[in-house]
Structure formats: structure tokens, C-alpha cells
């Protein structure tokens, strides 16, 4: 049991953590009604410069990895893998321009075979200023792999990145889905945050690993609204000014409750013509709003890791 601003008394979660001290609602299970009392009553100070909530903006550069994963033989399809192509292709200069022209930095998680694949596109992140970060090597879940392959794996997209000039702080798996092991093993190989889990709405810091989580939500990624898969057919592409209402709900939810939202875009996917007046009107309304603070990942956990010691 531990004590909550005086508050409540919790069970420690099963996954032990300490929570990031800006934040100090309760855990779940309670309604909430309560929770937003705690949270607009006792909150301490929470974010930098008087802001009242923190914003991330970031980008998945998976390219053809992606597609080499989840589509039976898609080495050999050009039309398959071509829909990853954009992403670096067109995507990514639209999405760069969006961002310079609202002053926002941005994170890139970028898997090495991508990295290895389009060096120009990286060295173009780069030299606008923004994070990039570690997405694995291929783009191969770390829950589907043998202990030494994950390690090969997050040892191989370290090699590619640092090839390129990159220095990775931080680590996205591969559709966020990490294994039992992962946090251990970034922790161990000098990664100082993870963006994977969705326990939370702000970030915390894992106990004994040390590692900052930024945690995400599948409504705040573009893929489950508008990913779609020739090999099904099953799923209908939703309109932008469906996906443009519930990101403003959810973001506005956040920074209400005084939390860390973080978007999770890919190329590919947002950088589709209709789509990038969303991102475009998430980065806008993020900035316009003065409390809240538009940072990238790393900056985030490297505040998070200096205020919580
Ligand atoms: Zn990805």
C-alpha cells in the first residue's frame, strides 16, 4: 500500500512503477468524477513553464517494413510494398513542412532497415530538428520473438541509426507490443524511455529499470482509423473529420486531466492528401492552447527522469 497525496490508499499495481509526482490521481478503478477532483485539486505543479499539460508529436516511419511483416510475400509484391514507399517518398517532406511551419519538433521512431533503406530521409529529419528514435530493426513484434532475437534485433536498429548520425534514447516496439523482457533489456543497452504501454495518461518511471514510459492509446494513432489491408477487405477507411473529432476529444481529455498526449502518426497513413489537414489541426491546436506544453518524447522523459529524482 502506498499513500497517495494523503488521499488514498492504493495496492501497488502489478506492474510495480513509481508514478511521475506531477500526476498523483488514483489508480483505476475509480469513477471518474473522483479522479478529476484529485487531479484539478491536488495535483502539484506538473509540467515546465506553467504548463498544465504536455503534447508529443510522433511519427512511425515504418516504409515497406510494415508491410514485409503482415503481408504474405510481400518481397515479391512491388504494389504491396509501394504503399509503404510513400511514406518516405511523399509523406514525409508534406509532414516536415507541416511542422516547420508551426514551429513543432517531432519525434521519429525509425526502424534500422528503414533507416538502412532511406539515409536521405533521415538525414532530412535530422536537419529539420527533430528527435529519432529506435523502432527496431525490422519491423517484427518483440512478443514474437526468442529472448536473443530481441536483443539482436534492438542491437542492430541501434547499429543502423548510429550509422546515420542517430544517437537513440528512446524505443518504440514494433506495434507497441513488447515482451515480459523488453523494459529490462532497453534499460540494459543505455535507452533512457519507452513508448509502448497504455496504463496511464502520464508518463511514470519503471521501478529498478529506471526507464521513462510515455504512454500511448490506440485512439490517439492514425493506423486503427485508417489502415487498410488488401489481403481482408474487411475494414472500411474512415473519413478524416471522423478521426479529427475523437483526436480533439481525446486530447482535449488529457490535457484536462493534466496528462501527456502523445500521437502516434505514420507517413503513410496521415500523409495521405485528406488526411493531413488532422495532423495539420492537432499541431495547430496544441500550440494555440499556451498551457499546454508541445515538446518531443525525449524532452519529455529526460524532464520526467529529472523531476522525479
Ligand atoms: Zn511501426
Known amino acids: 500500500m502506498r499513500s497517495l497525496g494523503g488521499w488514498l490508499e492504493l495496492a501497488e499495481p502489478a506492474w510495480t512503477r513509481r508514478r511521475h509526482p506531477s500526476v498523483i490521481g488514483p489508480r483505476f478503478g475509480f469513477p471518474m468524477a473522483q479522479r478529476m477532483q484529485i487531479s484539478a485539486e491536488k495535483r502539484a505543479p506538473a509540467w515546465p513553464d506553467g504548463a498544465r499539460s504536455a503534447v508529443c508529436f510522433t511519427f512511425d516511419l515504418d516504409a515497406e517494413e510494415v508491410w514485409l511483416v503482415d503481408e504474405e510475400g510481400a518481397a515479391e509484391r512491388p504494389a504491396v510494398l509501394s504503399q509503404g514507399t510513400y511514406g518516405p517518398r511523399v509523406a514525409l517532406p508534406l509532414i516536415l513542412g507541416i511542422l516547420a511551419r508551426h514551429g513543432v519538433r517531432g519525434t521519429f521512431f525509425v526502424p ?23 523502432h527496431g530493426y525490422s519491423h517484427r513484434s518483440p512478443a514474437t520473438l526468442a529472448p536473443d532475437e530481441e536483443r539482436r ?16 534514447t528512446g524505443y518504440r516496439a514494433p506495434g507497441w507490443d513488447v515482451s515480459p523482457r523488453t523494459i529490462d533489456l532497453v534499460a540494459e543497452l543505455g535507452f533512457a524511455y519507452s513508448s509502448n504501454l497504455m496504463d496511464d495518461i502520464a508518463p511514470y518511471v519503471h521501478a529498478g529499470a529506471g526507464i521513462v514510459e510515455l504512454p ?18 474487411t475494414k472500411a477507411i474512415a473519413s478524416a473529420a471522423h478521426v479529427a473529432g475523437l483526436w480533439k476529444e481525446e486530447a482535449d481529455g488529457i490535457a484536462r486531466l493534466g496528462g501527456l498526449c502523445v500521437y502516434t502518426c505514420h507517413p503513410q497513413i496521415i500523409g495521405r492528401p485528406g488526411r493531413l489537414g488532422v495532423l495539420e ?9 499556451k498551457d499546454r506544453w508541445v515538446a518531443t518524447a525525449g524532452e519529455v522523459a529526460a524532464w520526467v527522469k529529472r523531476s522525479s529524482r
Not at 123 to 131: D, F, S, V
Not at 153 to 168: I, Q
Not at 281 to 289: G, P, R, T, Y
Open 112 to 134: 534500422g532497415r528503414v533507416a538502412e533503406r532511406h539515409p536521405a530521409s533521415v538525414a532530412a529529419i535530422l536537419e529539420a530538428g527533430h528527435e529519432i528514435a529506435h
Open 153 to 168: 534485433e534492438l542491437e542492430a536498429g541501434l547499429e543502423a541509426l548510429a550509422g546515420r548520425g542517430v544517437v537513440a
Open 216 to 233: 500511448v492509446h490506440w485512439t490517439l494513432d492514425d493506423a486503427p482509423h485508417f489502415w487498410f489491408s488488401p489481403s481482408t477487405w
Open 281 to 289: 489541426a492537432a499541431i495547430a491546436a496544441a500550440v494555440d492552447q
